[in-house]
């Protein structure tokens, strides 16, 4: 599993991290970082809790 964020779309509600927390990092101001590399599979379920929580829909999963 991978995950994509649309940085221009974030408004740094941090759903994602706060769904996520050990998937998604934000930066200084609470938007989400970059996510490079494969979710592990233990962390699976939180990578789609967060993005599903994020309300700009900034955060893609590809299986």
């Known amino acids: 599993m991978k ?25 200084d101001v609470g938007y989400a ?10 962390l699976e379920q939180q990578a789609r809790l967060g993005a599903d929580a994020c309300p700009e829909r900034a955060i893609t999963i590809e299986d």
């Open 33 to 42: 970082l970059p996510f490079d590399g494969e979710v592990p599979p233990h």
């Open 3 to 27: 995950i994509h964020i649309d940085t221009a779309k974030c408004a740094g509600h941090a759903q994602c991290a706060a769904n996520g927390p050990d998937v998604y990092e934000l930066d």
